[in-house]
């Protein structure tokens, strides 16, 4: 779907994943858990345990094996 200039939505645009299995190697979820983990700790660094505690839940959704 494009807005009103043409331009794709960010969570619009198509997967590539879903068309191209060269990428299939690419350990995204594995990159998202330790991005949110790290990502974590800096809220909490910064006094935020609110969402310091959502990435955790982030790093730990990633961490499961997909429709399990």
Do not use: C, I
Not at 8 to 28: K, Q
Not at 48 to 63: I, M
């Amino acid at each position: 779907m494009q807005n009103h200039q043409g331009q794709v939505g960010v969570g619009e645009r198509a997967n590539p994943r879903r068309h191209d299995r060269s990428t299939a190697d690419f350990p995204v979820r594995e990159y998202v858990g330790a991005m949110a983990a790290e990502l974590a700790q800096m809220a909490r660094w910064d006094g935020d345990e609110h969402l310091g505690e959502l990435l955790d839940a982030a790093a730990e959704a990633a961490s499961r094996v997909p429709g399990k």
